[in-house]
C-alpha cells in the first residue's frame, strides 16, 4: 500500500489490472498461465494511485490453491542509474566521436573496443575492421613485438602520461604508409581489468613545418656566414641578442656580455648621441633603424661603419626585436671624400697649368716679341724713306698688337694682380679693364680693409665672378653692373646684378634638366 499509495482496503477492493500500467498489461497473463508451484520473475510498471508509474521487479507464484501470489519490489532507483549510466554512455560516446583527435579505447589484452571517427580517417580502417582486432595491427611490424611488451608493463603501472617521451611514433595505416604521432595514455579502471584510452594526434604537419623551419634556419645561417656584413638582433632597449662571427673578423672584438650591455661605448664618442638617438626614434617609430657612426676596433683605431635593422614583427604587437646589419663603409666614405676634394684638386691642377701657361706667356713669349720690336724699331730707323723702311713699320705694328693680345691672353688665364695685391684688387682690374672698356657703368662696393683670404677661396670666388661678368658682357646687354663683396661671420657673399635683358627662369632650369645646359643646377 505505501509504494502505490493506496490504503489495504482500497487495494483489496480493486482488480489487478487496474493496477498494472497500460503498457505492461501482457504480464497478467503470463502469470495467470502459471502452474502450480510455478514461480514467474518479470519487471512490471505498476499505476500508483497519483497515477504515475513505477517500476517494480515483480515475483509471481502460483499457490496450491489457484491463488497468484504477486511479490513486489520497487526498482525506481536502479532504474534511474540504469538510465543514468545510458546516458553517461551516450555522453561518452558523443564525446569520443567529436574529439578532434583519433580515439582508440583497447582492452586489458590489447583488443581495440573503441575508435572514433577521426581514428578511421587517420589510419584508412573502416570501424568494423578495427574492433575487436589488436592494437598492433596499427603499430609498424619493426617495432610491435617491443609495443606489445611496453603494453603490458604500462597495465601492470598505469598512469596518465604520454606514451614514448622523447621518442619518434608513428603508426601503420591500412596502405602500408606510416605516419609521424603522438599518443596520451590515460588509464580506465574496469571490472575487467586496466584498459587504456589513447589519444593519437598526427603531427604530420608540425613535422613539415619543424622541417621547413629547420632548412630555414640553415639557409638562414648559411646567408649570415656568407655575408661580408655583421649580422646582430636586438631588442628594444639597445641589447645585442646575438651577433654573427663576422663581427669578430672586422672589428677583431669577440662578441660577449660587456659588448652586448655596452656596445655604444664601442662608437666613437663624437657619433654616440646620434646613433643612439637614432636607436630610439627607431624604437618610438616602430620603424627601421639607419645610422652611420665610427666603430673602434680592437687596436683601438675606428672606422666607418653603417647600421641598418628592420623590426621583427608579431601580428598586432608593437616590434620587441630588429635584426639588422653592420656593413664597414670606410672604403665608401674614403672614396666619397676623395670625390669630394676632387674638383678643387682638378680646379687647383687647372689653376696651376694656367699660371704656368700665363707666365710662359708673359716671360718667354712676351720677352721674345719685345725684343723683335725693339730690333725692328732700330731697322725701321736704319730704313726710313725707303720701302723696305715702310715694311718694317708695318710689322712692328703687328708685333706690337700680337703683344698687346698675349699680355691680354696672360692676364685672363692669371692675372698676377690676384697673386700679388689679392681679391679686391683683382675685381677692381677686371672690372676696369673688361667691363668697363665694354662702355659699361660699373659700380663696385668692398668694405674697407678687408683682409687676404686663402689662395683657393680668393681663386674660387674671383673665376665665379669672372664667369659671371663675362656672360654679362656676351648676353645680356646690359648698360650698368653692379658687384657687391661682404663679410660676415666668416663667410664671404658675392652679390652681381645688371640691368640687361635677362631670361625665362623656368625655360632655362627645363634645359638644365635636358642635359641642354647645367649652369642653374650647380
Not at 509504494?3 to 497478467?28: F, I, K, N
Not at 583527435?101 to 589510419?123: K, R, S, W
Not at 606514451?163 to 608513428?170: Q, V
Not at 635683358?501 to 632655362?508: H, P, S, T
Amino acid at each position: 500500500s505505501d509504494m502505490l499509495g493506496y490504503s489495504r482496503e482500497e487495494l483489496l477492493a480493486l482488480d489487478m489490472a487496474v493496477l498494472v500500467a497500460p503498457g505492461d498489461l501482457d504480464s497478467l497473463k503470463q502469470a495467470e498461465g502459471l502452474r502450480a508451484s510455478e514461480t514467474l520473475n518479470f519487471e512490471r510498471r505498476m499505476r500508483h494511485k497519483s497515477g504515475r508509474s513505477i517500476p517494480m521487479e515483480v515475483s509471481a507464484h502460483r499457490l496450491k490453491n489457484g491463488d497468484i501470489q504477486n511479490i513486489l519490489h520497487d526498482i525506481s532507483e536502479r532504474k534511474q542509474a540504469e538510465q543514468a549510466l545510458r546516458d553517461s554512455e551516450a555522453h561518452f560516446r558523443l564525446v569520443v566521436e567529436s574529439a578532434p583527435n583519433a580515439l582508440v579505447m583497447v582492452d586489458a589484452q590489447g583488443v581495440i573496443t573503441l575508435v572514433n571517427a577521426q581514428t578511421e580517417e587517420l589510419f584508412g580502417y573502416a570501424r568494423a575492421e578495427l574492433l575487436g582486432r589488436h592494437v598492433e595491427m596499427l603499430v609498424p611490424r619493426r617495432v610491435r613485438a617491443g609495443h606489445t611488451d611496453m603494453r603490458r608493463a604500462f597495465t601492470t603501472e598505469p598512469s596518465r602520461r604520454a606514451m614514448g617521451a622523447g621518442r619518434d611514433l608513428y603508426g601503420l595505416c591500412k596502405d602500408g604508409h606510416e605516419v609521424p604521432i603522438e599518443i596520451g595514455l590515460n588509464p580506465v579502471t574496469t571490472s575487467e581489468g586496466v584498459w587504456v584510452l589513447a589519444s593519437i594526434i598526427d603531427i604530420s604537419e608540425r613535422r613539415r613545418a619543424e622541417q621547413a623551419l629547420r632548412d630555414s634556419e640553415a639557409l638562414f645561417r648559411s646567408l649570415v656566414e656568407a655575408t661580408t656584413q655583421a649580422v646582430w638582433v636586438a631588442d628594444a632597449d639597445g641589447g645585442l641578442l646575438s651577433m654573427s662571427d663576422t663581427f669578430e673578423q672586422f672589428t677583431g672584438i669577440p662578441f660577449g656580455p660587456d659588448l652586448s650591455k655596452h656596445w655604444t661605448e664601442a662608437i666613437h664618442p663624437d657619433d654616440r648621441d646620434a646613433a643612439w638617438a637614432s636607436w630610439h626614434q627607431a624604437v618610438e617609430q616602430d620603424g627601421i633603424y639607419a645610422a652611420e657612426y665610427r666603430l673602434r676596433m680592437r687596436d683601438g683605431s675606428y672606422r666607418c661603419t653603417a647600421a641598418y635593422a628592420v623590426p621583427i614583427r608579431s601580428p598586432g604587437k608593437p616590434a620587441e626585436r630588429w635584426i639588422g646589419t653592420l656593413t664597414d663603409v670606410q672604403e665608401r666614405k674614403d672614396h666619397e671624400e676623395y670625390l669630394r676634394g676632387l674638383p678643387q684638386r682638378l680646379l687647383d691642377a687647372q689653376e696651376a697649368e694656367r699660371r704656368r701657361i700665363a707666365r710662359e706667356l708673359h716671360d718667354e713669349v712676351g720677352q721674345a716679341l719685345t725684343a723683335s720690336q725693339i730690333k725692328l724699331r732700330d731697322l725701321e730707323a736704319q730704313l726710313k724713306g725707303t720701302p723696305a723702311g715702310k715694311n718694317t713699320t708695318e710689322i712692328s705694328a703687328i708685333i706690337g698688337n700680337l703683344l698687346q693680345q698675349v699680355r691680354q691672353m696672360s692676364l685672363d688665364l692669371r692675372p698676377s694682380v690676384l697673386d700679388d695685391l689679392g681679391l679686391v684688387s683683382a675685381m677692381r682690374w677686371f672690372l676696369r679693364e673688361r667691363v668697363g672698356q665694354a662702355g659699361i657703368e660699373v659700380a663696385f662696393q668692398a668694405p674697407p680693409g678687408l683682409p687676404r683670404f686663402g689662395v683657393r677661396v680668393e681663386t674660387t670666388l674671383f673665376r665665379v665672378f669672372q664667369s659671371a661678368l663675362t656672360n654679362v658682357l656676351r648676353h645680356a646687354q646690359a648698360r650698368a653692373v653692379t658687384v657687391s663683396l661682404q663679410l660676415a661671420k666668416a663667410r664671404l657673399a658675392l652679390d652681381i646684378r645688371d640691368d640687361g635683358r635677362g631670361f625665362d627662369l623656368v625655360a632655362a632650369r627645363r634645359r638644365a634638366r635636358s642635359g641642354d645646359s647645367l649652369g642653374l643646377l650647380g
